[in-house]
């Protein structure tokens, strides 16, 4: 049955960075993300026996993908099935902001091929299904608040997101100061996995960030957007240190985004209260609450020259089916 189906982006809050299993896609540490509204993948996909090889159309043009592809081996062996995959893939970046993520991406193919095969997966059993693709883009099946819970088990039966419920997600913005739109240098697969063997500081980070999990859900019951603020700032610098401390060392910030963090702390200093975060690559996500995004916007537009107000999106979900639903 051919389907599509939807997914938006996530922005993680407290960071995942560094796998203990590459091949599941396993993380070192528990992550905590917001979807947003504004960046979605929408994906056409059916499962069908007369093709001899899969077939990818991302944004109108064919593609050979060996991510796409390997997951397309992953998806057979979980489903039991042979058949080759016809996927039609479009990326809704607003003005090519080259935010494209692989989260919505093998969210919304994980959805996709599910109900292409009408098997009725719970969410979660997406969110694992979704994270054996990129393992951000388990957090990308749910709206809102979402938390990818790393597990102990070693076949990763138990690495999923669940979602998680604050009043303050409603109040959430997110500023997007787009420094670049060209591909990051270092992928975050290939970024996390040189920190993995070589910072001296990664077995700290996995520490401090399962730590700093359990602050920022305390501090997102309690409504407190200072101390919610205060905990993703740190935790994003603490997962940048990582990479500055690997051997060789990179960075993901530009001169850019350094412009953009001292904008920020100034915006703090004048009592108007935002933070960043920063993911594998120099646009940096300014976090702060609705009634604050256009003061925000304003300060760090000119420094950038583009900047996107988004805020928390939908989770995953089938938009049309062939059976017309
Ligand atoms: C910095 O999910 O893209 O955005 O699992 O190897 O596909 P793979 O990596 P990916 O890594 C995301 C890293 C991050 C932090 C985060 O989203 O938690």
Redesign the pocket.
Known sequence: MKVTAVAHT???LI???G?RDEKL?LPSNS?L?ITLDKFFTETTFEWDDSQKKDVLVLNGVEREDA?VQRYLDVLRSEFGIASRAVIHSENHVPTAAGLA???SA?AALAVAASASLARNDSKMELSRLARL?????S?SIFGGLAIWQKGENTDGSDSYAVPFESELTNQLAVVVAIVSDQPKKI???DG?KQTVQTSPFFGEWTKTAELDLELIKKAFAHSDFTQVGEILEHNAMK?HATTLSANPPFTYFSQESLLVMEAVRKLRADGIEAYFTM??GPNVKIVCLKQDEEKVASRVEPLVGRVLICHAGEGAKVIQNENGN
């Open positions: 996530n922005i993680a960071k995942y960075w796998k896609i992550s993300s991510k993520s692989s989260a093998f693709g990129s393992g951000s883009a957090r992928s975050s697969r996390m997962m993911d594998a």
